[in-house]
């Protein structure tokens, strides 16, 4: 099955600074890569995603890379602010058939903590 | 678009009792519905999968007869945790696979069981 690897486990910035986790995985029939963000007793968010057939996709400070090549994709978070901080997942998903069809593996977490 | 109702928030229960989550979708036909355990500060891990009118497909060393999985309608998945005891306390995410256009993934806000 899918194992993703996510890094790093805990991760702090300043203010304004700009923040990357990576995730690395091993199915290569995996082609749907999502970032949740999840606070504090509550179910986690979509925030970012991007599928198999692009490299790179942004939305407004965020961004993902994907590197199908070299099975690796990352999270780029710009001008971090106090409200950034939560734990960040990311997860993969194969949905083109197979035994894992259309199941999310995720990866293990970061904590983002973002100082004023 | 694409919202799942997660009942109840929190729930607290003697140990033996049993105990039903509930995840609705709201706007959307929810074929297939995925569980998730997540303990304090670790990733979800995958409890089973459920397909709308047929059995639950349980992922490895998950327990079926503690864990039923219902998913007897298109809007309706619910989980009941069995003769409860104390380690089963955890905090439960449902997931609901949809498709606009594209396939994407909704979770609901999770509900935190603790078993006394």
């Known amino acids: 099955g899918e194992n993703v690897e996510q890094h790093p486990s805990t991760l702090s910035v300043q203010e304004g600074d700009s923040a990357v986790i990576k995730c690395t995985y091993s199915?290569?029939?995996?082609?749907?890569f999502p970032w949740y963000k999840q606070e504090l007793g509550k179910g986690p968010q979509l925030i970012i995603d991007i599928r198999s057939n692009v490299g790179e996709k942004k939305d407004q400070r965020i961004a993902v890379t994907l590197n199908k090549t070299a099975k690796h994709f990352s999270l780029h978070i710009t001008e971090t602010q106090p409200e950034d901080s939560a734990v960040y997942f990311c997860?993969?998903?194969?949905?083109?058939?197979?035994?894992?069809?259309?199941?999310?593996?995720f990866g293990q977490g970061t904590i983002l903590t973002v100082h004023p | 678009g694409a919202v799942v109702s997660q009942h109840p928030s929190r729930v607290i229960c003697k140990s033996g009792t049993s105990v039903k989550i509930e995840c609705r979708s709201l706007d959307f036909q929810a074929t297939t519905m995925f569980w998730y355990r997540q303990f304090p500060k670790k990733s979800l891990m995958l409890m089973a999968t459920?397909?709308?009118?047929?059995?639950?497909?349980?992922e490895q060393g998950v327990e079926k007869d503690k864990f039923l999985i219902n998913h007897a309608s298109l809007t309706l998945s619910t989980l009941t945790v069995t003769s409860a005891h104390p380690e089963d306390s955890s905090f439960y995410i449902c997931?609901?696979?949809?498709?606009?256009?594209?396939?994407?993934?909704?979770f609901g806000s999770g509900t935190r069981l603790t078993v006394v």
């Open positions: 997931s609901a696979r949809f498709r606009t256009g594209v396939y994407g993934y909704t």
């Open positions: 997860a993969a998903s194969p949905n083109a058939g197979g035994t894992s069809y259309g199941k999310l593996t």
């Open positions: 459920s397909n709308e009118g047929s059995k639950a497909t349980y």
């Open positions: 199915d290569s029939a995996s082609n749907y």
